[in-house]
T-cell receptor, first 113, second 115 residues
Framework: EAQVTQNPRYLITVTGKKLTVTCSQN?????MSWYRQDPGLGLRQIYY???????DKGDVPEGYKVSRKEKRNFPLILESPSPNQTSLYFC????????????FGSGTRLTVV | AQTVTQSQPEMSVQEAETVTLSCTYD???????LFWYKQPPSRQMILVIR??????QNATENRFSVNFQKAAKSFSLKISDSQLGDAAMYFC????????????FGTGTRLTVIP
């Protein structure tokens, strides 16, 4: 089944404790992206990658890191999480080309206390 | 920068009736794509319908159709014969043809379906 797999689905952590949210896709998509969803703000892009070893900042990159060492994986790293990073996070992938919609993961609900 | 505006934070519709969700966008591009995504309580993002800017004909997918007005930069979603399963958050999104192809989202409209 073609899908984007995110883990974990829920995560509660403490301020300053490094964490990684994993994302993997099995569709050989070139394009991958991370979004955060907050009430009243919709989905905002954090980082995106157009292919292996090619990443770039989205609209809200502060406090996040990403890497794209393999085509299928695009982990999101929070080196020192803070409470304002409490949010719902989505990983998404797509073939290159604007006519393709994104395939989204199931989301990760992160709470930083 | 591209912006997508959904001015209706919440809407409600009676079951079996028709509802229209509004979306406007701002861009200097002439070639792009527009999308509507549905997010039910399961929080999964589901692609509902897409529209290519260079096509004048409005896209239709079963009970879902759009009214695309390119000059007005408007892209509304019409849901006919509303069903309880249509209750969800709906997001309008924009993606330009050239370049990074990032997907820009509006803030969403929460649709309630009344039995």
């Amino acid at each position: 089944e073609a899908q984007v797999t995110q883990n974990p689905r829920y995560l509660i952590t403490v301020t300053g404790k490094k964490l990684t949210v994993t994302c993997s896709q099995n569709m050989n998509h070139e394009y991958m992206s991370w979004y955060r969803q907050d009430p009243g703000l919709g989905l905002r892009q954090i980082y995106y990658s157009m292919n292996v070893e090619v990443t770039d900042k989205g609209d809200v990159p502060e406090g996040y890191k990403v890497s794209r060492k393999e085509k299928r994986n695009f982990p999101l790293i929070l080196e020192s999480p803070s409470p304002n990073q409490t949010s719902l996070y989505f990983c998404a992938s797509s073939r290159t080309g604007a006519n393709y919609g994104y395939t989204f993961g199931s989301g990760t609900r992160l709470t930083v206390v | 920068a591209q912006t997508v505006t959904q001015s209706q934070p919440e809407m409600s519709v009676q079951e079996a009736e028709t509802v229209t969700l509004s979306c406007t966008y701002d861009t200097s591009e002439s070639d792009y794509y527009l999308f509507w995504y549905k997010q039910p309580p399961s929080r999964q993002m589901i692609l509902v319908i897409r529209q290519e800017a260079y096509k004048q004909q409005n896209a239709t997918e079963n009970r879902f159709s759009v009214n695309f007005q390119k000059a007005a930069k408007s892209f509304s979603l019409k849901i006919s014969d509303s069903q309880l399963g249509d209750a969800a958050m709906y997001f309008c999104a924009y993606r330009r043809r050239a370049g990074a192809n990032n997907l820009f989202f509006g803030t969403g409209t929460r649709l309630t379906v009344i039995p």
